[in-house]
């Protein structure tokens, strides 16, 4: 079983709606890392959370440390939002404090 | 500008042909990473360093070598590599295990 589980794995879009990922997962974690990545490839870290809410224009993610929840929203979504975004969490256990796990990514299409 | 660079960006190469991908970041961090990235897995971690001269091994290193002797540098080393080994490769570095990650824009490598 997946540590961490994402939903939906794709997700297509009118431009201007207003979009909801979720991320799971299944250990107590120190943080929770939201990634972005372009077609092309690169990846940009888009949050960092340990608790409750965080806002960068567009983007909205929160995380519920008591339901192993987080999610990132993305309000007037833009074709230019297009990309696969990822969870990672960093587990609280010290065997394993110095990694990251990653969930397997939602696939956004925003049509114009 | 903030960077975390990697080279070479795409590379194909031969089985037993040993090979280095550098990564290297200007942002004084401490903590750098390797990532492999291949379809329907997702992103792995391969090998991170607390600091200069402190490795350990992520959830797939084998075939995989790493060293940290200047704190700017990170390279991962295939001492032999094998076809399994065809991945995007990332490197990522932060200051520490639980800010902000910073990623390379990829090394696509593939062994014939």
């Known amino acids: 079983k997946n540590e961490v589980e994402q939903s939906p794995q794709n997700l297509t879009a009118q431009e201007g709606e207003f979009i909801t990922i979720n991320c799971s997962y299944s250990?107590?974690?120190?943080?929770l890392h939201w990634l972005q990545q372009h077609p092309g490839g690169g990846i940009v870290s888009l949050f960092m959370l340990s608790s409750g809410k965080k806002k960068h224009g567009r983007l909205i993610a929160t995380i519920n440390i008591q339901e192993k929840h987080s999610s990132l929203h993305i309000t007037a979504s833009h074709p230019r939002d297009s990309a696969v975004y990822i969870c990672a969490v960093r587990s609280r256990s010290s065997g394993s404090a110095r990694q990251l796990t990653f969930g397997s990514g939602t696939q956004l299409t925003v049509l114009p | 500008e903030a960077q975390v660079t990697q080279n070479p960006r795409y590379l194909i190469t031969v089985t037993g042909k040993k090979l280095t991908v550098t990564c290297s970041q200007n942002?004084?961090?401490?903590?750098m990473s390797w990532y492999r990235q291949d379809p329907g897995l997702g992103l792995r971690q391969i090998y991170y360093?607390?600091?200069?001269?402190?490795?350990d091994k992520g959830d797939v290193p084998e075939g995989y070598k790493v060293s940290r002797k200047e704190k700017r540098n990170f390279p991962l080393i295939l001492e032999s590599p094998s076809p399994n080994q065809t991945s995007l490769y990332f490197c990522?570095?932060?200051?520490?295990?639980?800010?902000?990650?910073?990623f390379g824009e990829g090394s696509w490598l593939t062994v014939v």
């Open positions: 250990v107590g974690i120190s943080a």
């Open positions: 990522a570095s932060s200051t520490g295990v639980g800010n902000t990650i910073y």
């Open positions: 360093s607390m600091n200069v001269e402190v490795t």
């Open positions: 942002m004084n961090h401490e903590y």
